[in-house]
């Protein structure tokens, strides 16, 4: 009888025992929880803000390219006008079926249709070439001179413009 009440405060003492670290989990568990909620409400927060960023970075692109496209296309006039080519015609924002090139500028000889890129890519180069053969089924008779003005223009892509006559400015 003795030893079975040894053994019954024994197995009281490890319930007890039990008890005080299952509160002590319970209390770390809910500490945890509260963590994880606030780690969840900071990463909402977070990604609103990323979305928000996203958004001026995508208006300040679009703000310097338009300001890129200004700039390429009047020192490219100025350019052609140098060399003794008379403007007779300017287009900004020209519209082909194949979607809009950024000018087509008509001189007595020849019409350049020109596309500004912050980055040029070879795919643009494909590009421009269709939108060229578009815009010279609107000027029959004049040579139609596709031009890609780049502030970065890399080697693959100057070389393979160049097969294709695609002026690299």
């Given at each position: 009888r003795e030893e079975l009440l040894a053994n019954d405060e024994r197995i009281e003492k490890v319930v007890k025992d039990l008890e005080t670290r299952m509160d002590k989990l319970e209390s770390r568990v809910s500490s945890l929880e509260t963590k994880v909620s606030n780690l969840e409400t900071r990463v909402d927060k977070l990604e609103q803000r990323i979305v928000e960023l996203e958004s001026k970075v995508d208006a300040t692109r679009g703000d310097l390219g338009i300001?890129?496209?200004?700039?390429?296309?009047?020192e490219f006039v100025y350019h052609?006008?140098?060399?003794?080519?008379?403007?007779v015609g300017f287009y900004r924002a020209y519209d082909t079926p194949l979607g809009e090139v950024?000018?087509?500028?008509?001189?007595?000889k020849a019409v350049y249709v020109v596309e500004?890129?912050?980055?040029?890519?070879?795919?643009?180069v494909d590009d421009l070439l269709a939108k060229a053969n578009e815009v010279a089924k609107e000027f029959r008779g004049k040579e139609v001179i596709p031009v890609l003005a780049s502030s970065r223009t890399g080697k693959v892509v100057r070389g393979y413009a160049k097969g294709m006559n695609v002026r690299v400015w």
């Amino acid at each position: 009888r003795e030893e079975l009440l040894a053994n019954d405060e024994r197995i009281e003492k490890v319930v007890k025992d039990l008890e005080t670290r299952m509160d002590k989990l319970e209390s770390r568990v809910s500490s945890l929880e509260t963590k994880v909620s606030n780690l969840e409400t900071r990463v909402d927060k977070l990604e609103q803000r990323i979305v928000e960023l996203e958004s001026k970075v995508d208006a300040t692109r679009g703000d310097l390219g338009i300001l890129a496209e200004d700039l390429y296309v009047r020192e490219f006039v100025y350019h052609l006008e140098r060399t003794g080519e008379k403007v007779v015609g300017f287009y900004r924002a020209y519209d082909t079926p194949l979607g809009e090139v950024d000018a087509v500028i008509e001189t007595e000889k020849a019409v350049y249709v020109v596309e500004v890129k912050l980055k040029a890519e070879t795919r643009d180069v494909d590009d421009l070439l269709a939108k060229a053969n578009e815009v010279a089924k609107e000027f029959r008779g004049k040579e139609v001179i596709p031009v890609l003005a780049s502030s970065r223009t890399g080697k693959v892509v100057r070389g393979y413009a160049k097969g294709m006559n695609v002026r690299v400015w």
